[in-house]
């Protein structure tokens, strides 16, 4: 047997006896290598630096006169939905990223070495979550700029943007599986835009529920990101949770306790 099989043995050996602390301190050791991909390559922040500033400009400005008379009525309005949407959106980042990780045999490398093999996937998962909070600050920090106070007060709109962190945690373990089982980085791009998007426009982020058509108003009413943006306007705009909270938690805990595993088994079988 040679020398290379046999460290191979042992180093799989040692991650089958790594425990849940190490593999913890293993996760956040991998989250932190993705952090340091950020600093190096800051372009990689475009989507999450300049989206909230463009997207909040943009639809303020071309849709705040038509649906709510002026620009200030309507801040109300589209800081949550441009909130909820922009860092949803942010999401996809992970599948991508994670299949290119995988095709380029970065976690090839990462099988070699003595930590537990789930580390890579979960400290990707960490790791995002820096980005989707610097969505938030620079969406709300936009929106203040323009003249957004929210009536709810610092303490709601701190909790609103946990949630919306969280929510799309939840969120990105279904593009974590898209990136696991799909061939290239392009296809999960591609196959989360499907998803995403008709799920983020036919929603009530931008524009009043009663304002389209009845056909279209049943799909708008049981879109989960209409209770979350529901529920984040409740929070900020007047200090209220609502049921719309409840299911926004209860989807996002679903939705962690089906892709959640499946995406690890489809992990641990591809690693």
């Given at each position: 047997?040679s020398q290379?099989?046999m460290?191979?043995?042992a180093h799989?050996?040692l991650?089958?006896?790594?425990?849940?602390?190490q593999s913890?301190r293993?996760?956040?050791?991998m989250?932190?290598?993705?952090?340091l991909?950020?600093?190096?390559t800051?372009?990689?922040?475009?989507d999450?630096?300049l989206?909230?500033i463009i997207?909040t400009?943009?639809?303020?400005?071309i849709?705040?006169?038509?649906?709510?008379?002026d620009v200030q009525s309507?801040l109300?309005?589209?800081i949550?939905?441009?909130l909820?949407q922009?860092?949803?959106?942010?999401?996809i980042?992970t599948g991508?990223?994670l299949r290119e990780?995988m095709?380029?045999?970065v976690?090839d490398?990462?099988k070699s070495?003595?930590i537990?093999?789930i580390?890579?996937l979960?400290?990707?998962?960490?790791a995002?979550t820096?980005?989707?909070?610097i969505?938030?600050?620079l969406?709300?920090?936009m929106?203040?700029v323009m003249?957004?106070?929210?009536?709810?007060?610092?303490a709601?709109?701190?909790?609103?943007?946990?949630i919306v962190i969280?929510c799309s945690?939840a969120?990105?373990?279904i593009?974590?599986?898209?990136g696991?089982?799909?061939?290239?980085a392009?296809?999960?791009?591609?196959?989360?835009?499907?998803v995403?998007?008709p799920l983020?426009?036919l929603?009530?982020?931008?524009?009043p529920v009663e304002?389209?058509p009845?056909?279209l108003?049943?799909f708008?009413?049981?879109?989960?990101?209409?209770h979350?943006v529901?529920a984040?306007r409740d929070?900020?705009?007047?200090g209220?949770?609502g049921w719309?909270?409840?299911?926004?938690?209860?989807?996002?805990a679903?939705i962690?306790?089906?892709?959640?595993?499946?995406?690890?088994?489809?992990?641990m079988?591809r690693?």
């Amino acid at each position: 047997m040679s020398q290379t099989t046999m460290n191979t043995k042992a180093h799989r050996g040692l991650k089958n006896r790594t425990g849940f602390l190490q593999s913890v301190r293993h996760s956040l050791t991998m989250a932190y290598r993705g952090l340091l991909k950020l600093r190096r390559t800051p372009e990689q922040l475009f989507d999450v630096t300049l989206q909230p500033i463009i997207f909040t400009l943009m639809f303020t400005y071309i849709f705040g006169g038509a649906i709510s008379g002026d620009v200030q009525s309507y801040l109300p309005v589209i800081i949550p939905g441009i909130l909820v949407q922009t860092v949803i959106t942010t999401s996809i980042v992970t599948g991508v990223q994670l299949r290119e990780d995988m095709d380029k045999g970065v976690f090839d490398r990462f099988k070699s070495l003595p930590i537990a093999r789930i580390a890579p996937l979960a400290g990707a998962l960490l790791a995002d979550t820096v980005r989707y909070t610097i969505a938030t600050v620079l969406t709300f920090a936009m929106g203040y700029v323009m003249g957004y106070r929210p009536e709810g007060g610092l303490a709601y709109v701190a909790l609103a943007a946990v949630i919306v962190i969280f929510c799309s945690w939840a969120i990105s373990w279904i593009f974590a599986f898209f990136g696991v089982i799909a061939r290239t980085a392009s296809s999960v791009q591609g196959i989360s835009m499907i998803v995403l998007f008709p799920l983020t426009f036919l929603s009530n982020a931008f524009v009043p529920v009663e304002t389209m058509p009845n056909w279209l108003q049943w799909f708008v009413n049981i879109n989960p990101i209409s209770h979350l943006v529901t529920a984040v306007r409740d929070m900020t705009n007047s200090g209220t949770v609502g049921w719309d909270l409840a299911i926004s938690l209860i989807g996002a805990a679903v939705i962690v306790a089906v892709f959640a595993p499946i995406t690890v088994r489809a992990y641990m079988r591809r690693t």
